[in-house]
């Protein structure tokens, strides 16, 4: 997930942004070094700068990368040193859009987070499951993005595939018209939701509740900070979530046993909490960002005695820091909505097209033998662990 920040120009260098998803581009020595004359010559026009979506977890150097954008809270690496961190993530840049309105909260409990392992879903099914069982009928609604079928039951281990299965075993057929899921699909832009009916579904609730055991920053809860709602989250989650917490604005809890008292604490207190607004704004909203973020790029430019272009395009940046907005070319990219590039391949593809040169089929040819031996080894490696990991369970 890569994205053209700014062009370079004649006497001007330009600035892209890569994902955490690329790390491995430029670190597997074997396949990069067929594309490393063209890191070279681009490195020469742009800064490379990495947003880390994920949290850091004592990661290993990244060779050609200029700057990381993680939270303060996300984590480090094994050498600080060389890896200069800048407190930004795109939950620094939510869109004006989120705001606080004078809606009636009609839901309890809001959460929206993708269907996988790490997300603690299944821990909030079962929360509700113990919250009903005590009669008190909380509303939840859970929103989440889907993929295809054949794309979320055929990869257990990458997706919480036994959601809807978990939800019929927990949630009583009488208690369901109180948990509303609420997919959304990925597979057509035009059928995803607006930010402003985002909005509207935060401020149409109480709380907001991130169960997630690891996370970046995550977007959503400062989204819904804005909208002025309330978080619950886990109190030893790995990442930055914790980084704007406090008793005003949250709760916390310590375990899975723990949640369905926090969530019924929360809801019925839900109007003693004292969002500071002004300062979530000042934290995480792009009005108030933007120009400070821009500073920080002129003084990196100032400090290597380049020429800082003053219009920048620092727009919607919540969504290109996190790749969420698409500029790839069809052909490079894993999906029609997605902008992650696909293989090795593609990357090299796209470093020729920034270099505005004709890619080597030669190469091209080289990679993709190389990116499937790569490939191959990768999902032995990962079928080994994971049905050995299996069989342990069992």
């Known amino acids: 997930m890569v994205y053209l920040i700014n062009k370079q120009v004649k ?7 890569f994902n955490s998803n690329e790390a491995l581009f430029f670190r597997k020595k074997f396949i990069e070094i067929f594309y490393r004359d063209e890191l070279k010559s681009l490195k020469k026009k742009y800064y490379f700068f990495m947003t880390w979506s994920w ?18 809270g996300g984590g480090s690496f094994v050498n600080p040193k060389k890896n200069h961190i800048i407190n930004y993530s795109s939950r620094n840049f939510i869109d004006k859009i989120f705001r606080r309105k004078n809606l009636n909260r009609i839901y309890d409990v809001i959460s929206v987070l993708r269907p996988t392992p790490e997300k603690g879903f299944k821990n909030l099914i079962t929360a509700a499951s113990k919250i009903y069982k005590r009669k008190n009928f909380i509303k939840f609604l859970i929103i989440f993005p889907m993929v295809s079928d054949n794309d979320y039951y055929g990869q257990p281990n990458r997706y919480y595939t036994n ?34 009916q985002m909005c509207n579904f935060y401020n149409l609730s109480k709380i907001c509740i991130l169960p997630s055991i690891i996370e970046g920053g995550n977007r959503a809860v400062h989204e819904a900070l804005l909208c002025g709602c309330p978080i619950i989250y886990y109190k030893n989650v790995i990442g930055g979530v914790g980084d704007y917490m406090n008793k005003s604005n949250s709760i916390s809890y310590n375990s899975e046993i723990d949640l369905p008292r926090k969530i019924e604490i929360a809801v019925k207190n839900y109007k003693k909490f004292n969002i500071n607004q002004k300062e979530t ?7 108030y960002q933007i120009p400070k973020f821009k500073n ?3 003084k990196i430019y100032e400090k290597d005695n380049e020429n800082f272009d003053e219009n920048i395009d620092l727009s919607e940046l919540d969504r290109k820091l996190d790749c969420h907005k698409i500029n790839l070319p069809i ?23 920034l270099l505005d040169k004709r ?13 499937k031996i790569f490939f191959s080894l990768r999902f032995l490696k990962y079928e080994i662990f994971y049905k050995s990991k299996k069989e342990i369970r069992k």
């Open 11 to 17: 006497n001007t260098k330009g600035l892209i942004n």
């Open 55 to 72: 949290a850091l977890r004592n990661e290993a150097d990244i060779p050609y990368i200029d700057y990381h954008l993680a939270p303060i």
């Open 163 to 196: 959601l809807v299965s978990d939800y019929k075993k927990f949630i009583k057929e009488e208690h369901r018209k109180y948990f509303t899921l609420l997919p959304i699909n990925t597979l057509n832009s035009n059928y995803m939701l607006h930010k402003e």
């Open 281 to 287: 704004k000042n934290l995480v909203s792009e009005v």
């Open 296 to 298: 920080i790029l002129k």
């Open 331 to 353: 052909d490079l990219r894993t999906g029609i909505n997605s902008n992650n590039i696909k293989n090795f391949s593609s990357f090299y593809k796209y470093l020729c097209i």
């Open 359 to 371: 890619p080597s089929l030669t190469k091209i040819l080289l990679i993709k033998i190389f990116e």
